[in-house]
């Protein structure tokens, strides 16, 4: 399984993981980011499961595997995506599409404030609906409940 998170640098943290139930003495994760590397990211074992975490560029796609023991391959059944290999079979692959967070948003009076890692945007709340254009280059607008206090 993989999860996303979107990192102050602009880079994404994914973190990698397998169920508790697998059976081993060691698993690592082998792919692009790490050169095919067998020994390079080894996964934690934990009462969670196994689990690591790798730093990735966003807007890319990277195939990867798991393997088991130093000998059997696995692929994550819960990938982005599934590219063929070169010996027959199916690689598991992640893409870092840029993950937006949820935007914070501050109600004072009528006017309002809404933070996200990538981009602000200020407006007016009027009778519980919020209107307002976001400061970057892109052209949205946004409308939604207006909610009180910060969330």
Known sequence: ???????????????FSMPV????DS????????????????????????????E??????YQYR??????????????????????????????TEPVREPARVRVVGQTYQAFSAARALTGTANDGTLKAEWSDSYDYEYEGVALSGMV
């Open 56 to 61: 990735l560029e966003p807007g890319c796609s």
């Open 1 to 15: 399984m993989i999860t996303k998170q979107l990192l102050r640098s602009g880079k994404i943290r994914v973190t």
């Open 21 to 24: 139930g697998i059976w081993a």
């Open 66 to 95: 798991y393997l088991i023991n130093g000998s059997d391959w696995c692929n994550d059944w819960r990938a982005d995506r599934y590219m063929p290999n070169e010996l027959g079979g199916d690689n598991s692959v992640v893409i």
């Open 27 to 54: 698993i690592h994760l082998v792919g692009d980011f790490n050169n095919w590397d067998k020994a390079a990211t080894p996964l934690r074992h934990s009462e969670q499961g196994w689990s690591v975490c790798v």
